[in-house]
């Protein structure tokens, strides 16, 4: 079975630009969850959907947006992008949102760099 | 809320050394408990889990007991071998927030020849 994979894989985009990333998560998977990755912060929640609904959200700004499609898909959008977004950001799919016991398996991540 | 807490590092240790990295954290509810791995340039992996007290998730000759009345779920290993060089989270998820994983701070564990 595939892992979970992620698009792009590195990524430099310039203070105020938007970007885009994309998960998708292993075959049979319907919830997809994000991470964000940085030195100071270590890893944070972001969202997490299922079944194209946003279940549970991290203390992120706006900026940030998730969603999630019918084929389980998932991307995520930062917009007006600050340096401080430069991170790494991890995708992981689970077979359910509702069970804390399931694996969460991760994706390779996007690493995104704002200059 | 919810909080994981791991021994900073980096831990350094010499190839077939015993390997343990402490981890406890805070919840409010019954949480199920991870180990993960991080090796560099790499996402996570999933490790180690253990969904109630007192039972112990093993792999790959790490293991690690969910002890409720210490709140900890130490990582530990009998020998380590320098292919185990990577960073190690601690994480928990609760049932009252569904599958969001909250994360220890990481242990960059280094393991020389």
């Known amino acids: 079975k595939a892992g979970v994979t992620q698009t792009p894989r590195y990524l430099i985009k310039t203070r105020g630009q938007q970007v885009t990333l994309s998960c998708s998560p292993i075959s049979g998977h319907r919830s997809v969850s994000w991470y964000q990755q940085t030195p100071g912060q270590g890893l944070q929640f972001l969202f997490e959907y299922f079944s194209e609904t946003q279940r549970n959200k991290g203390n992120f700004p706006g900026r940030f947006s998730g969603r999630q499609f019918s084929n389980s898909r998932s991307e995520m959008n930062v917009s007006t992008l600050e340096l401080g977004d430069s991170a790494l950001y991890l995708c992981a799919s689970s077979s359910s949102a509702r069970v804390a016991s399931y694996e969460q398996y991760f994706g390779p991540g996007t690493r995104l760099t704002v200059t | 809320g919810n909080s994981v807490t791991q021994m900073e590092g980096p831990v350094t240790l010499s190839e077939e050394a015993f390997l343990t990295i402490n981890c406890t954290y805070t919840?409010?509810?019954?949480?199920?408990l991870f180990w993960y791995v991080q090796y560099p340039g790499e996402g996570l992996q999933l490790l180690l889990k253990?969904?109630?007290?007192?039972d112990k998730g093993s792999n790959k000759g790490f293991e690690a007991t969910y002890r409720k009345e210490t709140t900890s779920f130490h990582l530990e290993k009998g020998s380590v071998q320098v292919s185990d060089s990577a960073v190690y989270f601690c994480a928990l998820s609760d049932y009252n927030q569904g599958g969001k994983l909250i994360f220890g701070q990481g242990t960059e564990l280094s393991v020389k020849p």
């Open positions: 253990a969904t109630k007290a007192d």
């Open positions: 919840a409010t509810g019954y949480p199920s």
